[in-house]
């Protein structure tokens, strides 16, 4: 259980970053050719390098070599564990029953 949980702290982390943030929204339309984001963010390569391994490493991103250029796009599988992590957290439903071993019951706002 443990380990399923590593994987969805790695990927909020790579999505706490505000231009790693902007890059996954680039991503929304589709493949995307590093080329063009570096052109959009106006950074220097091994800046988006860094941002891009760690959102590889994350899995929310996949990437493949197309010449002398990388080419990314969303990893909708990943996404979708994203998604439902945040669903069992939006609705309070993680299956563990709620209180402590006194019996009381405290819900969080």
Same mark, same amino acid.
């Given at each position: 259980?443990?380990?399923?949980?590593?994987?969805?702290?790695?990927?909020?982390?790579? &999505? $706490?970053?505000?231009?790693?943030?902007?890059?996954? /929204?680039?991503? *929304?339309? =589709?493949?995307?050719?590093?080329?063009?984001?570096?052109?959009?963010?106006?950074?220097?390569?091994?800046? &988006? $390098?860094?941002?891009?391994?760690?959102?590889?490493? /994350?899995?929310? *991103?996949? =990437?493949?070599?197309?010449?002398?250029?990388?080419?990314?796009?969303?990893?909708?599988?990943?996404?979708?564990?994203?998604?439902?992590?945040?669903?069992?957290?939006?609705?309070?439903?993680?299956?563990?029953?709620?209180?402590?071993?006194?019996?009381?019951?405290?819900?969080?706002?």
């Amino acid at each position: 259980m443990e380990e399923k949980y590593n994987a969805y702290a790695q990927m909020f982390k790579a &999505l $706490s970053d505000p231009n790693r943030l902007v890059i996954v /929204s680039f991503l *929304v339309d =589709g493949e995307i050719c590093a080329c063009k984001i570096l052109e959009k963010l106006e950074i220097t390569q091994s800046t &988006l $390098s860094y941002h891009m391994k760690m959102l590889c490493e /994350s899995g929310i *991103v996949e =990437g493949r070599k197309s010449g002398k250029w990388m080419h990314y796009s969303l990893n909708s599988g990943k996404l979708n564990e994203l998604k439902e992590i945040l669903d069992v957290f939006s609705k309070g439903g993680s299956g563990k029953t709620g209180g402590c071993s006194c019996g009381s019951r405290i819900k969080f706002k």
